[in-house]
């Protein structure tokens, strides 16, 4: 993913808890990710020795060419324009950064590493994403994930992008934490048709566990 957007911290927690099974808030809090601004001119959270090339204090080609082959490795298959409305470079550097890559697949604008363009993804039954979810800013639009008719309850404006619930990787729900006497539980607000399961419910308690709802 090449980093993990961070202007929000807890979201940030949230994100990695969504793609690394088991993890604990304390694993993310005592992991010295950094948490600095770089793509886009956000804050994300890094890997130090991902430092110097996100920076371009390695030659900025050298950047280019490890950022193509990042991104691509994170968001394949994907188009120039994903890269540069994820990175905010300029499209012409987001062409020139793809096209220093040496081995790559295509398919019409889209390209991938060698060997993951017909792979077939399998979208979890359900997953709860956080609120400025990489994979929901990843791409040019967040079609197909997000029916075009939907995306304003996903980005209502001023900048927000709320936390998202797929079901079988399509965008149906928003969430939020909810108070219910001393005890904050994961509320779910369907804006497709409501799609409960036991996976969906173990996702909850997954987020409600990994926060210390009590």
Do not use: N
């Amino acid at each position: 993913m090449v980093g993990v957007q961070a202007q929000d911290p807890r979201a940030a927690g949230l994100a990695l808890r969504s793609r690394v099974p088991g993890l604990r808030r304390a694993d993310v809090d005592g992991s010295g990710l950094v948490r600095t601004w770089t793509v886009r001119g956000t804050a994300h959270l890094v890997d130090p020795p991902d430092l110097p090339w996100l920076q371009a204090a390695v030659d900025p080609d050298l950047a280019l060419v490890t950022l193509a082959q990042r991104y691509l490795a994170g968001y394949g298959p994907a188009a120039a324009a994903d890269l540069a409305s994820w990175s905010g470079l300029p499209l012409s550097t987001a062409r020139r950064a793809l096209a220093t890559l040496d081995h790559t697949e295509a398919a019409g604008e889209l390209l991938a590493l060698p060997g993951t363009l017909d792979a077939e993804p399998q979208a979890p039954a359900a997953l709860l994403l956080a609120a400025f979810d990489t994979v929901m800013l990843g791409y040019r639009t967040r079609e197909p994930m997000v029916a075009a008719g939907d995306d304003r309850h996903i980005l209502p404006g001023g900048g927000m992008l709320r936390p998202a619930v797929l079901i079988d990787g399509l965008a149906a729900a928003t969430w939020g934490l909810s108070t219910q006497g001393r005890r904050r539980t994961v509320a779910i607000r369907w804006f497709g048709r409501p799609a409960e399961s036991a996976e969906l419910h173990a996702e909850q308690f997954s987020v409600e566990k990994f926060l210390g709802c009590g």
